[in-house]
């Protein structure tokens, strides 16, 4: 058997269809529950005056990087239409988001 290295033409950036593609990191406004922690868990996010609902959190990690002595939280969320979207966090409290290049037009 052999396995090729070459990325399947399906998965290339800039090959997939234009609502695919993914934009560039982008400051964002995002409202949270907060329970035991302020900032605890993601509900809706506002990216150039549009508001999405996230309806379900798929994935929540926390990553310090050593070099820059930086901690960082991330997000991957599932909005009410299926697109996904990544959330980031870092320690000061702002906020960052990408997914879906359309969410940002």
């Known amino acids: 058997m052999k396995i090729s290295s070459r990325v399947p033409a399906d ?3 800039e090959e997939r269809p234009a609502d695919e593609r993914l934009s ?3 400051p964002a406004k995002v409202e949270c ?3 035991y922690r302020a900032d605890e868990t993601p509900r809706s996010v506002c990216i150039g005056g549009k ?3 996230i309806s ?3 994935l929540r990690k926390r990553l310090r990087e050593k070099s820059a002595g930086r901690e960082l939280e991330i997000f991957r ?3 009410p ?3 996904r979207i990544s ?3 870092s320690a000061d409290g702002s906020w960052r988001a990408r997914g879906p290049a359309d969410l940002f037009a």
Request: proline residues 4%; hydrophobic residues 35%.
């Open 87 to 89: 959330l980031e966090r």
């Open 56 to 58: 379900e959190v798929v």
């Open 11 to 13: 998965r290339r950036p």
């Open 81 to 83: 239409d299926g697109r």
């Open 51 to 53: 508001r999405f609902e």
């Open 33 to 35: 529950y907060s329970g």
């Open 77 to 79: 969320c599932r909005l």
């Open 24 to 26: 560039a990191w982008a």
